[in-house]
């Protein structure tokens, strides 16, 4: 059964940054799932490609997402106005990093 998605991408191994993702199925929201798999990703980011910055970007609405990037010990950075459009209508986006 396939739960939901995480991930690195932007990958920049020169400048050691990446951006982070991760989407979890509506009907499994609440169980931890994005907090456990999203420190796994960026532990192995930090180890393995030996970053030393990982952004998250999300919806400034967006109170569970923020709540992950807060849980991986990522810092609010601030707002960008007007950064994504979601279902055709753009909207603010808060910006965390988290830096080894």
């Known amino acids: 059964r396939y ?3 995480v991930g690195l991408s932007d990958i ?3 400048h050691g940054t990446a951006a982070l993702g991760y989407w979890v ?3 499994e929201v609440g169980r931890g799932l994005a907090s ?3 420190a796994a990703v960026v532990d192995a980011g930090f ?3 030996e970053l030393v910055r990982i952004e998250v970007m999300t919806a400034v609405e967006n109170m569970a ?3 992950v ?4 010990g990522a810092v609010l950075e601030g707002a960008l106005r007007k950064r994504q459009v979601l279902e055709g209508e753009p909207v603010d986006c ?3 990093s988290v830096v080894r």
């Not at 990037?69 to 991986?72: D, G, I, S, T, V």
């Open 3 to 5: 739960l939901g998605s």
């Open 12 to 14: 920049n191994l020169g």
């Open 25 to 27: 199925r509506a009907s």
């Open 36 to 38: 456990t798999a999203a």
């Open 47 to 49: 180890e393995h490609l």
């Open 65 to 67: 997402s923020r709540r």
């Open 69 to 72: 990037a807060e849980k991986l």
């Open 94 to 96: 808060a910006l965390y």
